[in-house]
């Protein structure tokens, strides 16, 4: 073999390796999900380097949460409360660093006035789905404002004996609500509850607004995150039931093990999502 066609089979084969992604975040897109990162994942981090560790995993997306230190000459910590020139001090870091804020949580503002601070920083930060666990005697409320900013909320299961554990208590939650009102389907802790994540899914049909992605490695409350697909939470289950929900909604991979290099195992598992989504 020449060395010029040698040099082009070598770009052949780059160009085929750096288009292999891009076809994949494309059926991604085809289907209206938003695959990126909880921004937790990184919480040994600020949220600037969490930022840069989302492009290593290949990641677009970010669900920030409350508390994170943001880093990057910014001062303080992720906050619902902040003013207005630390929103766009944010904004234009998320800018440079080309991500875009879909998702916010896991928050429980407190009565009107939290709540109400919680759907301005939403609207101003253009997020698209703020991830809670409401208090009971505040659902009415969430429900009013929810309809007045059409700014979607969607109830996060942490594992029993959490109030909403079990998808009945979403559903319970939600009955006669607002239509902006739904779940963040947290799957590995519906696991960890000893639930069905397909099963609990098909209960919340229509209602599914977000998910935190996990596998984990047993089914046990001590069972923790390993690469998707490579454990017991049925992710080509899951991935086959969105598709027939016709789902569209943001995904966030929230990887709760190996804290302090978690990039490689994030990376896996987009990977192998984006696999099981290619084939599904």
Not at 92 to 103: D, F, G, I, M, T
Not at 115 to 127: N, P, T, V, Y
Not at 153 to 181: C, E, F, M, N
Not at 227 to 255: D, H, M, P, R
């Amino acid at each position: 073999m020449n060395s010029l066609r040698k040099s082009l089979l070598l770009l052949g084969m780059a160009a085929m390796t750096y288009a292999a992604p891009a076809v994949a975040q494309q059926k991604e897109a085809k289907l209206g999900w938003k695959l990126g990162a909880q921004s937790y994942s990184f919480r040994l981090f600020t949220l600037t380097e969490a930022l840069d560790k989302l492009d290593s995993c290949g990641l677009h997306y970010v669900e920030c949460y409350n508390g994170q230190k943001i880093g990057g000459n910014i001062e303080g910590n992720m906050d619902f409360k902040m003013d207005a020139a630390k929103r766009k001090a944010i904004q234009n870091l998320l800018k440079s660093k080309k991500k875009q804020l879909v998702a916010f949580g896991v928050v429980s503002p407190k009565g009107e006035q939290e709540w109400r601070q919680m759907f301005d920083f939403a609207k101003a930060m253009g997020i698209q789905v703020i991830t809670s666990e409401p208090r009971t005697q505040d659902l009415d409320v969430v429900s009013r404002l929810a309809d007045e900013y059409k700014i979607k909320v969607a109830i996060h299961d942490h594992p029993k004996p959490s109030h909403y554990w079990h998808p009945d208590s979403v559903l319970t939650a939600i009955q006669g609500r607002s239509q902006y009102i739904g779940a963040c389907a947290d799957i590995g802790h519906w696991v960890r509850s000893g639930l069905d994540p397909v099963e609990c899914l098909q209960k919340l049909k229509g209602r599914v607004f977000s998910l935190h992605m996990k596998d984990l490695h047993e089914k046990d409350r001590k069972g923790h995150d390993v690469v998707w697909g490579t454990g017991v939470c049925n992710i080509e289950g899951v991935v086959k039931e969105l598709k027939a929900q016709k789902f569209k909604g943001v995904i966030s991979a929230e990887y709760e093990h190996n804290w302090a290099n978690s990039v490689p195992d994030i990376t896996a598992s987009v990977k192998n999502l984006r696999e099981i989504i290619a084939k599904k």
